[in-house]
T-cell receptor, first 118, second 114 residues
Framework: GAVVSQHPSRVICKSGTSVKIECRSL??????MFWYRQFPKQSLMLMAT?????????EQGVEKDKFLINHASLTLSTLTVTSAHPEDSSFYIC??????????????FGSGTRLTVV | AQSVTQPDIHITVSEGASLELRCNYS??????LFWYVQSPGQGLQLLLK??????LVQGIKGFEAEFKRSQSSFNLRKPSVHWSDAAEYFC????????????FGKGTRLHILP
C-alpha cells in the first residue's frame, strides 16, 4: 500500500521548453506532496511543499515561476519546469506522507524523474 | 530548525566486514528517523524507520539502526557487508504533522572492497 507513481522516469527536452512531472498516489489520498531535487552526487534538497487545494510553499532560493507546482486533487500533484535550461537537469523526486489504517505512518516516494535539458 | 548531519561523505569497507554509518540529527520534538539507500541512477529505497518503541530497529537487507536520544544519533549498522551494498545512504528526519517535511542528510557513499 501507499504507492506514489511518478512519471516520466526519464525525459530529455530542448532548452526553452517546459516539462511536466506527475506524481499520483495510487491507493491513498495525498493531501501533501513534497518535491525534491537531487543534483549529481548531492543529497536531496526540498524544493517545495504542495497541499491539495492551496498554493505550494517554496523553499528559499527556489523560483516559483520556474517550478510550477499544482496539487489540484487528492491523488495528483504535478511539477512543471518552465523554460528549462541545462542547469535544470537533475533528478526530481516526489514524496507524500501517509497514515495506514494499521501500523506506523510513513513517507512514500516516487521513483524519480531524470530530466536532461539539451 | 531541524537538520541532519552525516559526517562521513565516503566510507570504504571490505566485503564481509562490519559497517556503521553515522547520523546525527537536530529536532525540536521526538523525531521520526529514516535511512534510505540509493543505487546509481535509481530512486530511493527505505531501509528502515524509527517512530517510537524499541530503539533498535531492524530493516531490510540485514540492516539495523539504533536510536540514541542522549546522543541525538541514529546510526546504521550491518554486521557483514556484501558487494551489492555499495550505494549512497541517506539519513533523514521528519514528522508527520500535516505541513511538516522530511529533511535529508548529505549522504554517505559506501564503497566495498573485494
Amino acid at each position: 500500500g501507499a504507492v506514489v507513481s511518478q512519471h516520466p522516469s526519464r525525459v530529455i527536452c530542448k532548452s526553452g521548453t517546459s516539462v511536466k512531472i506527475e506524481c499520483r498516489s495510487l491507493d491513498f489520498q495525498a493531501t501533501t506532496m513534497f518535491w525534491y531535487r537531487q543534483f549529481p552526487k548531492q543529497s536531496l534538497m526540498l524544493m517545495a511543499t504542495s497541499n491539495e487545494g492551496s498554493k505550494a510553499t517554496y523553499e528559499q532560493g527556489v523560483e516559483k515561476d520556474k517550478f510550477l507546482i499544482n496539487h489540484a486533487s487528492l491523488t495528483l500533484s504535478t511539477l512543471t519546469v518552465t523554460s528549462a535550461h541545462p542547469e535544470d537537469s537533475s533528478f526530481y523526486i516526489c514524496s507524500a506522507p501517509y497514515q495506514p489504517q494499521q501500523g506506523a505512518a510513513g513517507y512514500t516516494f516516487g521513483s524519480g524523474t531524470r530530466l536532461t535539458v539539451v | 530548525a531541524q537538520s541532519v548531519t552525516q559526517p562521513d561523505i565516503h566510507i570504504t569497507v571490505s566485503e564481509g566486514a562490519s559497517l556503521e554509518l553515522r547520523c546525527n540529527y537536530s529536532y525540536g520534538a521526538t523525531p521520526y528517523l529514516f535511512w534510505y539507500v540509493q543505487s546509481p541512477g535509481q530512486g530511493l529505497q527505505l531501509l528502515l524507520k524509527y517512530f517510537s518503541g524499541d530503539t533498535l530497529v531492524q530493516g531490510i537487507k540485514g540492516f539495523e539502526a539504533e536510536f540514541k536520544r542522549s546522543q541525538s544519533s541514529f546510526n546504521l549498522r550491518k554486521p557483514s557487508v556484501h558487494w551489492s551494498d555499495a550505494a549512497e545512504y541517506f539519513c533523514a528526519v521528519g514528522a508527520l504533522d500535516r505541513d511538516d517535511k522530511i529533511i535529508f542528510g548529505k549522504g554517505t557513499r559506501l564503497h566495498i572492497l573485494p
